[in-house]
């Protein structure tokens, strides 16, 4: 089994400085996948690194 990175809410929110309760929202909206366990939430590094890159603006 491959190794994977999971990252906590406060620290996926630090890297996007954002609130932590913007992080909890978007997980809730199903905009960032998350992976539960027990009551914490989890974010997987590739999830994050593929929901900056469909957030980024196209510069002309």
């Known amino acids: 089994m491959s190794q994977t990175t999971l990252l906590k809410v406060s620290e ?29 939430y989890r974010i997987e590094e590739k999830d994050l690194r593929g929901f900056i890159e469909e957030h980024k603006v196209k510069s002309k």
Request: net charge positive; charged share 20%.
């Open 12 to 40: 996926v929110a630090q890297v996007l400085k954002l609130n932590i309760l913007t992080v909890y929202q978007y997980i809730r909206q199903e905009k960032l996948s998350a992976v539960k366990i027990g009551r914490n």
